[in-house]
């Protein structure tokens, strides 16, 4: 069964400082991987996903993931953070082509001014 | 269309009394899904459909949670006899089911209160 972890529960960092956001699944297969966005007292938005082809995946927001098949990772990366991107963030993934979502707990990401 | 939205976005009500959530997803969207956030906490699936197809339930939906999407677009989410477990919010998705993968799009939830 396919399940996602998210180790980190909350990141703080500094303005313009970069930022990785860990997530690690584990499926025996093929998977599909996305991270969501979700802003106070909204519904979670797209940030990317990976369905295959390249392994780095570009984003909106100037996010990025890279997706490592034999760490089994889905990180999720920004060079220079902003105070807007302060939010909690999920990784997801799905072993059914996008059916049966399975949700990491979420890390929050605190960025400081 | 300006995504999928849910009615109503707070319900505070008393243990034992029960609730309806409603869902409208984005128009062409064929598959729906509801989940559950508690705080803290990751979504958790409960159960979705295709069309009007009730095709997957989660065993956290307990025999008090039903769901409906009576003509395929719109979908309501019952919870009778109210507890306070099941304070928490409730969100929807919806998605095109296609060749390619699927992405689901979230509405704003609903956050209930149970006291």
């Known amino acids: 069964a396919q399940s996602v972890t998210q180790l980190d529960s909350q990141v703080p960092v500094f303005e313009e400082a970069p930022v990785e956001l860990r997530c690690n699944y584990s499926s025996s297969v093929s998977v599909y991987l996305f991270w969501y966005v979700q802003y106070p007292n909204q519904g979670l938005q797209l940030l990317l996903k990976y369905l295959s082809g390249s392994t780095l995946v570009k984003g909106i927001n100037g996010f990025e993931a890279e997706f490592n098949k034999s760490q089994t990772s889905f990180h999720l990366r920004k060079p220079s953070v902003h105070i807007s991107d302060t939010a909690e963030y999920f990784c997801?993934?799905?072993?059914?082509?996008?059916?049966?979502?399975?949700f990491g707990p979420g890390t929050r990401l605190s960025v400081l001014p | 269309d300006t995504g999928v939205s849910q009615d109503p976005r707070h319900k505070i009500t008393k243990r034992g009394q029960n609730v309806t959530f409603r869902c409208d997803p984005i128009?062409?969207?064929?598959?729906l899904y509801w989940y559950r956030q508690t705080l803290g906490q990751g979504p958790e699936f409960l159960t979705y459909?295709?069309?009007?197809?009730?095709?997957?339930k989660s065993r956290l939906l307990s025999d008090r949670f039903s769901a409906e999407r009576p003509k395929g677009s719109f979908s309501t989410l019952e919870i009778q006899r109210t507890e306070q477990g099941d304070s928490a919010m409730y969100l929807c998705?919806?998605?095109?089911?296609?060749?390619?993968?699927?992405?689901?799009?979230f509405g704003p939830g609903t956050r209930l209160l149970v006291l």
């Open positions: 998705a919806s998605s095109l089911q296609g060749l390619l993968l699927e992405t689901q799009y």
């Open positions: 459909f295709q069309n009007e197809a009730q095709l997957e």
């Open positions: 128009s062409e969207h064929n598959r």
């Open positions: 997801a993934g799905s072993d059914n082509y996008g059916q049966n979502f399975v």
